[in-house]
């Protein structure tokens, strides 16, 4: 069952909802005002990578620094 964000179009209330079929979603009402015109938002999700490993430094040229954090093409 998928979970949808809606957005009361009365009191712009956001709130989530199970909606099993497309026509139960006729039938949602505002949990906070009652009203039954609401409207589904697009969802965003997120997503985490895995830490990090010891990237390259960038210089003022674009390009990768020495390990002493020089930039060999600005000399």
Known sequence: MPI????????????????????????????KCGKGKVARRLSVFSARNAPAQSSPRVGPCGGCCA??????MAE
């Open 67 to 72: 390990e002493n954090g020089t930039c060999p």
């Open 4 to 31: 949808y964000e809606y957005r009361c179009s009365h009191c712009k209330h956001d709130f989530e909802e199970l909606v099993r079929f497309e026509c139960d979603e006729t039938k949602l009402k505002c949990p």
